[in-house]
């Protein structure tokens, strides 16, 4: 099987199984197991590939067929221009979360405390401490092998982040000028009709919040006042359709200009508030 045969093998299978962009997943899978680019590829179409490279690639296409996500197949995903490790014990990365990154980003300063609660891959906090030096970061989950996670991916671009599990605030004992989440938000019932690579492979805890998909961000806003500093900001992500609510959640807490700030697909994205008392 050459390069060019491999890549429409896949696009085939890929097809077949009503997956997404199937020649893009296809050329991404033969990408990570031949360790090509794309420059490669073009000029040598016709190379074979030996016995070991196909066999792994064929697994790889056929999980993909499976619904299995490419990132948990690749073992990576971008975000704000940074590689990071995923696998199934944490959510994938998306680009929408980015509106939360650059949210914060336009209040951090030098010697800023932040903490990042229910962290996942670590993404968020580790995007900060990448674009705003002199931030000291923490970071909290309530999963051990999602921390896990999280410390492998601070230890490969280099920032000092002290990571704690915790179930939100309980094991958190500082004070902090900026909280960032990307908490659960999703309702229970509304899971099992996501599309099959979120709903059966994502994990769920990640993705359940409880029945109406407010539940963290209740604890979160209420508990969070104790651990900001005068000035402080809150940020959450939120999904599109819940902005009234959470920002109302804010404002009854006795956040202050509390903001409802939308993605770059105009849609609801990030709420933010500040803590004046």
Known sequence: MTYREAVEWGTDILSEAKIDNPDLDAWYLLQ??????RSFFYLHEEKELDGEEQREYEIAVKKRAEHVPLQYIVGVQEF????FKVNSNVLIPRQDTETLVEEALKVCKSGMKVLDVCTGSGCIIISLLKNAPGIVGTASDISKPALLV???NGRAHEVDVEWIRSDLFDNITETYDLIVSNPPYIPTLMISGLMPEVRDFE?????????????FYRRIIEESREY??????????????????VSSLMSENG???????????????????????
């Open 32 to 37: 990570m197991v031949c360790k090509i680019e």
């Open 80 to 83: 704000m221009g940074l590689a």
């Open 150 to 152: 999280a410390k492998e």
């Open 203 to 215: 994990p769920f805890d990640a993705l359940d919040g409880r029945e109406d998909g407010l539940y």
């Open 228 to 245: 900001l500093n005068r000035d402080g900001y809150l940020l959450v992500e939120i999904g599109c359709d819940q902005g009234e609510d």
């Open 255 to 277: 956040f202050a200009e509390v903001e409802i700030i939308k993605d770059l697909s105009h849609l609801d994205r990030v709420v933010k508030g500040k803590k004046y008392v």
